[in-house]
């Protein structure tokens, strides 16, 4: 019995600012990166609250197997909205070894200066 193994589909794009630099005011050092925004609606990770008390759900960034390394404190953008930055807290081979080899990288929700989690007034309108 032959297994049929599928990668995530990766429907957006995500653009990536290297070692903690901030969006605001300078340029990607990566562009167009295939990506896909994966949020588990049956935790297994814990969840914490940051500093400043703003909740923070492990957000999943899947990534196909030689796109890009990402490493702690980048900082990514990912297509559909112009407020979707995360940054980076580490990353993982997913299946590895197989041929849907993947890496996931556990984020979170920033800003364009990389330097808060994103309030209430800095996401989408979702009604």
Request: net charge neutral; charged share 15%.
């Amino acid at each position: 019995m032959s297994r049929i193994y599928v990668e995530p589909a990766y429907n957006l794009l995500m653009s990536v600012w290297l070692g903690g630099t901030p969006p605001d005011g300078n340029p990607p050092a990566a562009v167009d990166i295939p990506c896909q925004v994966y949020i588990n609606p049956r935790y297994f990770i814990d969840i914490h609250e940051a500093d400043t008390g703003y909740y923070t759900p492990p957000i999943i960034i899947r990534v196909p197997k030689g796109q890009i390394t990402l490493r702690r404190t980048d900082i990514v953008l990912v297509s559909g909205s112009p407020r979707d930055y995360y940054k980076i807290h580490w990353g993982q081979w997913m299946h590895k070894g197989f041929p849907n080899q993947y890496i996931i990288y556990q984020a979170g929700q920033t800003d364009k200066f990389g330097s808060s989690f994103r309030t209430a007034g800095q996401t989408d309108d979702f009604s």
